[in-house]
């Protein structure tokens, strides 16, 4: 899915110079929706990831720089504590 946003021209011109051209712009622009939607519970990290053409090794280091934690319930934390004793029983 593609979706189109408008600037005036100002706007747009001032974007695209603190950016450094129209593809960097874009990939700001794409980058912050994504943490956006992140942040809010919208998407998970493994579909910003896929999205932004990251595995989520590189998207947590993302999220990291952003400051934006991980969201990672005590339920995940759970599972994951349980998956690691059943791969690590002797």
Known sequence: MTIKIDFPGAI??????EYGGVA????????MLALSWYQQGFL???QI???LNH???????????????MNYSEADLQH?????QVQHAP
């Open 49 to 51: 990831a896929t999205w």
């Open 55 to 69: 595995d989520v090794y590189t998207m947590a280091g993302i999220l990291k720089q952003h400051r934006i934690p």
């Open 44 to 46: 998970s990290l493994g």
């Open 80 to 84: 994951d504590l349980e998956v690691s």
């Open 12 to 17: 747009g011109e001032h974007l695209q110079k």
């Open 24 to 31: 960097e712009f874009q990939t700001a622009a794409t980058q």
